[in-house]
Structure formats: structure tokens, C-alpha cells
């Protein structure tokens, strides 16, 4: 780490035409940020949400066995390389209430179900990703980032008697209001690098109109930054802005592919044409709002609830949804599992990005918290009981091992163990009856 009298400020910030590019922790900054965090006793916590849709394969999720020797089945192999980074928590279960689906979405981060409605008097909880938002969105440019591959264009396909308000997010802002979902990768880019100073769409237009990429507007600024930086931290931000380049280009891309095609359901600019690729452009959106810090909280669904996705990249044209309700049919449980086992895939490239960006004395990945799982277990039964859950990276120090709790314990306590790891202590949290025990001498 290089100290220096003269540190550059924590909040610079690059700006070019009709942009604004924030900047990760460099080592140059820890002298002027020193004064607000002590980077290796207190470094900043970043608490993410992965959402799957449709339940789980349960039988190729769960370890057979406990404690830090546990298995990985199926599901779960892809994330085999990060074992020392993964809590596998086995018990939870959600409350419970009519509406399956739209329950499980409902509940997931508010301990509290889906009331039947047909969108006029929408009643739900004020989930914790927003709770945590509010404390951190004090120090950072978004409070929350939410963000999804499907759309909301999905009316007729929710449960029956239930908005489909309910199924199309995990994020509620209070009692009455869910939270949209953003699935375009372009405004997700613009929302992160856009030019806040201005609202003047001719800003942007003027920079689009000179085909220029947003690198493109901040090089001189960014050379100038440069050569105030030491070896380790020229590689850095070299690193940085090589990934965001990559960012722009995919987005570019898929917009580009968008114009030529002729699909059969118009889709917004910047959807990648595959499920993959539009999941790592989301997945990469994250790793660099968290670098930069410009939001700690994120949720990000991979699917909505009754989503009927098909994934011939795998192997797998049918449907997500009737597929889910397999009635132990030997063809229908093996594609589920593919299914299963593709969305932890792509986690895990997740997991790696975050494992492979410095931030302070360690990686994005030793300081985050990330919850993956599904709002209900069993697909075919819609069960609530025994949810599949994990947690992934040193945030809450508990990686390395698969837990299970006594049968029932409600996931919200989970969430309120989070929260004081986020430095938000809170009494409740919908049906919880108390705090989740993540340290592993409790759970030997």
C-alpha cells in the first residue's frame, strides 16, 4: 500500500461528454479515507440478494452431510473452487399464506406473504435490502440497485387472484410498494455512469450521436489521473476501466444484434439475445456498482415467479415453469436439474469476478454478503419448508461448511442476521422470532 501526504480523494470522479465515471478504492485513496474507515478492522460490507425463480430440484441441492466436510451435489458443483467462501443453510422456511408464487417472491427478503389482490390494495413488507439501503444510501450515489432478466410484460401469466406486482420483484419499499425491476443493461449502465449533473437528454444524444463510448469521453481525464498513481495502482485502474469497456461493448452489441433481428417479441435495446450473456452483463453491473461503491445493496432476480423461460443452450426447450411441477417424472426431474445447476453456474462466475477484484486489504468477495436462493423448496409442491438457501463470501465469516437449523426456522431471522452484519440492528423483521446463529463455534 502506498502512502502518501498528498491522497487522492475518494469521490474523485471523471467526467467527460454527457458522462461520469466513479473510481474504485485505490491504494492512493487510503490515506484521505483512513479518517472515515479503518480499511482492514472495518472495511465496508456490500449485501447482495441472487434471486432463482420456481423452487429447487431438492434432492441434488442439499449436502447429505454437515458441518465443513459437506458434499456438493449437482446444484451445487459449479461452486465446488470457492468452498471456503460458502454457507450452505439447510431448515429455513417461509411463512406461509394462498398464492405460491407470489408468496414466495413476496416473502423472501420481508417475512411477510402476498395478500390475493388484483393490484388496487397491494399489501406486502418493506423488505431488508431497502431497510439496509437507507442507512448506506447516506454514503453511496444509489441506495439500492434492483435488477432482473425478465421483464413485466407478463400479465395473465401470475397466480390466479394475485397482482402480478407480486411476482415481479423482491423488493418492497414499504407495505404497499414494490419496487420495479430494471432488466436492460443499458439504463442499468446509465444509471451507474450517466451524467447526473444534468437531465438533458440532448447530453446524451450529443455523446451517442459522436459514436462515442463513455472511456472515450474520460481518456484525458483518466491519463491525467494516471500519472499521479503509483505501479499497483495504474494496474488497478487499468484493470477497472479495461472491464468497463467490455461492459459498454457487450451492451453495444446486443443492441446492435437487436436492430438487425427481427424477434417475435420486440425486446428493449441492450437485452442480449441469450440468457447467459444478459446474466453476466447484470452480473458484471453488480461487481463494478460495488467496486466503485456506488450502491452496497443490490437484488437481483434471475427469474420472475411462473416464469416460463425455455433454455435451449442447454439443452432444455421446455418451459421453466410446467417443467417445475415434474411429478417425479424420471425426463422432467433431470431438465430441472440442468436448469438448476445452469443458474448456479452463472453464480458462480459471479463469485469469481468478485473473488478476483481487490478492495482494501482483500477482495470484493471477503467483504461481501450474498444470499442466493428460491422462495420456496420443493417445485413441484410449492413447498415452503426447507427453502434453498446460501451464502456466499466473507462478509459474515461463516464460509466453509453446510448448517442445518431445527426445522422451521424462519428465514427472516436470517435476514435480521444480516443486517447487524450491516451495521443496521432491527427488532423484526416480518414473521422472525429472533436472530439466525451464523458463527460456526454454534453450529459444530
Known amino acids: 500500500m502506498i502512502i502518501t501526504k498528498k491522497a487522492i480523494p475518494r469521490r474523485t470522479i471523471l467526467r467527460g461528454l454527457g458522462a461520469s465515471l466513479a473510481l474504485p478504492l485505490l491504494d492512493g485513496m487510503v490515506p484521505a479515507f483512513a479518517a472515515v474507515r479503518n480499511t482492514a478492522a472495518n472495511p465496508t460490507r456490500r449485501l447482495g440478494i441472487v434471486y432463482a425463480p420456481n423452487g429447487m430440484m431438492m434432492d441434488h441441492w442439499t449436502p447429505t452431510t454437515e458441518g465443513i466436510g459437506f458434499d456438493f451435489p449437482t446444484i451445487l458443483q459449479p461452486l465446488q473452487p470457492y468452498r471456503d467462501d460458502i454457507h450452505v443453510l439447510s431448515g429455513m422456511h417461509g411463512v406461509e399464506s394462498e398464492g405460491p408464487h407470489a408468496r414466495a417472491s413476496t416473502r423472501f427478503l420481508t417475512g411477510v406473504p402476498s395478500k390475493p389482490d388484483d393490484g388496487s390494495d397491494l399489501l406486502g413488507g418493506v423488505s431488508m435490502d431497502q431497510i439496509a439501503g437507507r442507512v448506506h444510501g447516506g454514503e453511496t450515489q444509489l441506495a439500492t440497485l434492483e435488477l432482473a432478466l425478465d421483464g413485466r410484460d407478463f400479465a395473465g401469466s401470475c397466480d390466479d387472484g394475485f397482482s402480478c406486482a407480486y411476482t415481479n420483484t423482491i423488493a418492497w419499499a414499504n407495505?404497499?410498494?414494490?419496487?420495479?425491476?430494471?432488466?436492460?443493461?443499458?439504463?442499468?449502465?446509465?444509471?451507474?455512469?450517466?451524467?447526473?449533473?444534468?437531465?438533458?437528454?440532448?447530453?446524451?444524444?450529443?455523446?451517442?450521436?459522436?459514436?462515442?463510448?463513455?472511456?472515450?469521453?474520460?481518456?484525458?481525464?483518466?491519463?491525467?489521473?494516471?500519472?499521479?498513481?503509483?505501479?499497483?495502482?495504474?494496474?488497478?485502474?487499468?484493470?477497472?476501466?479495461?472491464?468497463?469497456?467490455?461492459?459498454?461493448?457487450?451492451?453495444?452489441?446486443?443492441?446492435?444484434?437487436?436492430?438487425?433481428?427481427?424477434?417475435?417479441?420486440?425486446?428493449?435495446?441492450?437485452?442480449?439475445?441469450?440468457?447467459?450473456?444478459?446474466?453476466?452483463?447484470?452480473?458484471?453491473?453488480?461487481?463494478?456498482?460495488?467496486?466503485?461503491?456506488?450502491?452496497?445493496?443490490?437484488?437481483?432476480?434471475?427469474?420472475?415467479?411462473?416464469?416460463?423461460?425455455?433454455?435451449?443452450e442447454i439443452g432444455v426447450p421446455d418451459a421453466h415453469h410446467p417443467i417445475s411441477h415434474h411429478q417425479k417424472d424420471p425426463e422432467k426431474l433431470a431438465k430441472l436439474t440442468k436448469i438448476n445447476q445452469y443458474h448456479v453456474q452463472l453464480f458462480a462466475e459471479f463469485i469469481e469476478r468478485l473473488r478476483t477484484t481487490p478492495d482494501g486489504d482483500g477482495s470484493l468477495l471477503d467483504h461481501s454478503m450474498i444470499v442466493y436462493g428460491a422462495g420456496m423448496g420443493d417445485s413441484n409442491t410449492h413447498a415452503s419448508q426447507n427453502l434453498p438457501i446460501l451464502l456466499a463470501g466473507g462478509g459474515a465469516g461463516t464460509g466453509g461448511r453446510h448448517t442445518r437449523y431445527p426445522e422451521d426456522t424462519p428465514l427472516a431471522n436470517l435476514h435480521l442476521s444480516l443486517l447487524d452484519k450491516m451495521g443496521v440492528p432491527l427488532d423484526q423483521l416480518g414473521h422472525s422470532t429472533g436472530r439466525l446463529p451464523l458463527d460456526p463455534l454454534l453450529n459444530a
Request: hydrophobic share 40%.
Open 175 to 312: 407495505e404497499s410498494t414494490p419496487l420495479p425491476m430494471e432488466n436492460n443493461p443499458r439504463a442499468v449502465f446509465e444509471l451507474l455512469f450517466g451524467d447526473t449533473g444534468s437531465t438533458d437528454p440532448a447530453i446524451r444524444q450529443a455523446r451517442l450521436s459522436k459514436d462515442a463510448s463513455l472511456l472515450d469521453s474520460v481518456t484525458e481525464r483518466a491519463a491525467e489521473l494516471s500519472r499521479q498513481l503509483g505501479g499497483s495502482d495504474q494496474a488497478k485502474l487499468g484493470q477497472y476501466l479495461d472491464a468497463v469497456r467490455d461492459i459498454e461493448r457487450r451492451i453495444q452489441m446486443a443492441e446492435a444484434q437487436s436492430d438487425r433481428e427481427l424477434p417475435v417479441v420486440a425486446q428493449p435495446a441492450g437485452i442480449p439475445g441469450t440468457m447467459a450473456e444478459h446474466a453476466r452483463l447484470m452480473f458484471d453491473l453488480m461487481a463494478v456498482a460495488y467496486e466503485t461503491d456506488l450502491t452496497r445493496v443490490t437484488t437481483f432476480m434471475l427469474g420472475r415467479e411462473i416464469t416460463g423461460r425455455t433454455y435451449a
